[in-house]
């Protein structure tokens, strides 16, 4: 049996990757999580293309945390094909970004967005948030079977 995804953190940021990937792991928030670095690999791995072609497309994560500045493909393009795919709708999606722009919140909850954090430059704060966004989305949230 292969093991669910948990987390895909969509992230072309480093640091933000690095910081992420410690909060959730000092929070034994998730065992499995699946990092890339752009957008165009964002959706090759949600959809099962290119690269990931040999995936099962039945294992889908059960959090994608997205950037929305993103290279190849931006965080709103991924989004929109995220919540308008049947197969991928359900999944929740976390735009996590250090966009303040009132434009991009209101398209991202236009295309969907379950929830959407401007990151906090402050890694403590950075933490904080992270832990938070993982105890709701995979441990409180209810969430259907897909």
């Known amino acids: 049996m292969t093991q669910t995804i948990e987390i895909l953190l969509v992230e072309d940021n480093p640091n933000d990757v690095e910081l992420t990937l410690h909060a959730l792991k000092e929070n034994n928030l998730t065992n499995i999580i699946e990092v890339v670095r752009d957008g165009e690999e964002a959706l090759d791995f949600i959809f099962a293309t290119g690269p990931y072609s040999h995936r099962s497309r039945e294992r889908r994560p059960k959090l994608i945390l997205l950037d929305l500045k ?8 991924v989004l929109k094909r995220v919540k308008s795919n049947p197969i991928t709708r359900m ?6 970004t ?3 722009e009132e434009r991009d919140l209101v398209e991202s909850y236009q295309l969907g967005v379950n929830s959407y954090i401007v990151k906090p430059v402050d ?7 992270v832990r938070n966004l993982g105890l709701y989305w995979l ?7 897909n």
């Open 91 to 96: 999944i929740p999606v976390v735009v996590m």
């Open 139 to 145: 441990l409180l949230n209810e969430a259907p079977s």
């Open 98 to 100: 250090s966009s303040r």
């Open 70 to 77: 993103l290279p190849k493909v931006d965080g709103l393009e």
């Open 123 to 129: 890694f403590e704060r950075f933490t904080e948030a």
